[in-house]
């Protein structure tokens, strides 16, 4: 069975610093690997994702996240964070194949000015 | 639409009411999927339907949920008879495809049990 940890379940930050959310899944299967923002009172936004090829996957936004299989995970991580970053976290993993998401219990990002 | 459409986005029951909450998918997607998120920021997925048809049910209480699909129709989930451990926020999210790459969340329906 598929498992995600998100090591932190707060991380605050001041505006302008460098921010990393942890992520460790375990799985036995090949998984792809996703990263979802939700805003105060908002729904689920998908921020970025890792089917196949380059591990390093890159947001819209400035976010990004690495895949390292031997370590298993998928951390991510932005150079210097906004105010409007502030939001909770969320990884999940699908098996390949499934149509289900198992997700991590997320981390609250809180951005400082 | 290219948005998933889930009503309403409150929802306050007295204990032992029954609750109704839709998902209009998005136009084109063949597959939604319910997932309920509590307080603690656990997600746990219920259902899935692929069109008209339940895919994977393995997630669903075995009392008192239930949930359809039908045609020209928003999708459902129901709870007959709720009690204070349902509250929580309903995802609905809809895929053009089985994986959960193509997934596409709708903004949830908060539900409050008192």
């Known amino acids: 069975a598929q498992s995600v940890t998100q090591l932190d379940s707060q991380v605050p930050v001041f505006e302008e610093a460098p921010v990393e959310l942890r992520c460790n899944y375990s799985?036995?299967?090949?998984?792809?690997l996703f990263w979802y923002v939700q805003y105060p009172n908002q729904g689920l936004q998908l921020l970025l994702k890792?089917?196949?090829?380059?591990?390093l996957v890159e947001s819209i936004n400035g976010f990004e996240a690495e895949f390292n299989k031997s370590q298993t995970s998928f951390h991510l991580r932005k150079p210097s964070v906004h105010i409007s970053d502030t939001a909770e976290y969320f990884c999940?993993?699908?098996?390949?194949?499934?149509?289900?998401?198992?997700f991590g219990k997320g981390t609250k990002l809180t951005v400082n000015p | 639409g290219e948005e998933v459409a889930q009503t309403p986005k409150h929802l306050v029951r007295g204990e032992g009411q029954k609750a109704k909450l839709y998902c209009a998918p998005i136009?084109?997607?063949?597959?939604v999927f319910w997932y309920q998120q509590v307080l603690k920021n656990e997600f746990k997925f219920l259902i899935s339907?692929?069109?008209?048809?339940?895919?994977?049910e393995t997630g669903m209480p075995k009392e008192r949920f239930s949930a359809k699909c039908l045609p020209n129709s928003p999708c459902s989930l129901e709870i007959q008879a709720t009690k204070l451990e349902d509250s929580a926020v309903y995802f609905c999210?809809?895929?053009?495809?089985?994986?959960?790459?193509?997934?596409?969340f709708g903004s949830g329906t908060r539900l409050t049990v008192v």
């Open positions: 890792y089917l196949s090829g380059s591990t």
């Open positions: 999210a809809s895929s053009p495809g089985q994986g959960a790459i193509g997934y596409t």
């Open positions: 999940a993993v699908s098996e390949r194949g499934s149509e289900k998401l198992v």
């Open positions: 799985s036995s299967v090949s998984v792809y």
């Open positions: 136009k084109g997607h063949s597959y």
């Open positions: 339907f692929q069109n008209e048809n339940v895919f994977d």
